[in-house]
T-cell receptor
């Protein structure tokens, strides 16, 4: 059974470039979460979706960040333009309907902005 | 105040030792509690859920004190493979959104 799939696994880009991170949740899961993890701040929730609809994007740091979920099996997180302080590991996670249920994480995308 | 607070450690313990991690949370409406484990450069994975009555899974025991808004994880007979970061996780007011602690680092030494 495939878990959460993320691509790319590593991304190195230059400041000012657009970055698109991709996620495929576990089939049948109806919640999808995007997190960012840094040494200083730990794991922070950026945005989450329920049935493809964004529910809470209060964690999105600023307008340079946007996320979409066009269907139940795909989501993107876009940063435009990227800045060095965006360097972090970005995780996607999914879960099933029941409140408080286990979140399954993808392997993450390690982003470095030079 | 952070939603979830943990002692970051690091905890360095010899093999076979017993070690305990503590965590406090600020939202009294939280209903679900978990411990996740994260290995170096890997994704977090569920270690165990934490139930009001306390629960045990092999060498691992988790406890919840709602009155004090406190969660604990006890690891007995530590193994080298227990070396990881342990994340305390609390849901937001009964919903599907989680708050993660910054993690407690454990290294088990031969």
């Amino acid at each position: 059974d495939a878990g959460v799939i993320q691509s790319p696994r590593h991304e190195v880009t230059e400041m000012g470039q657009e970055v698109t991170l991709r996620c495929k949740p576990i089939s049948g899961h109806d919640y999808l979460f995007w997190y960012r993890q840094t040494m200083m701040r730990g794991l922070e929730l950026l945005i989450y979706f329920n049935n493809n609809v964004p529910i809470d994007d209060s964690g999105m740091p600023e307008d340079r960040f946007s996320a979409k979920m066009p269907n139940a099996s795909f989501s993107t997180l876009k940063i435009q333009p990227s800045e060095p302080r965006d360097s972090a590991v970005y995780f996607c996670a999914s879960s099933f309907a029941r409140a408080g249920n286990e979140q399954f994480f993808g392997p993450g995308t390690r982003l470095t902005v030079l | 105040r952070k939603e979830v607070e943990q002692d970051p450690g690091p905890f360095n313990v010899p093999e076979g030792a017993t070690v305990a991690f503590n965590c406090t949370y600020s939202n009294s409406a939280s209903q679900s509690f978990f411990w996740y484990r994260q290995d170096c450069r890997k994704e977090p994975k569920l270690l165990m859920s934490v139930y009001s009555s306390g629960n045990e899974d092999g060498r691992f025991t988790a406890q919840l004190n709602r009155a004090s808004q406190y969660i604990s994880l006890l690891i007995r007979d530590s193994k080298l493979s227990d070396s990881a970061t342990y994340l305390c996780v609390v849901n937001k007011g009964g919903g599907n959104q989680f708050y993660f602690g910054t993690g407690t680092s454990l290294t088990v030494i031969p």
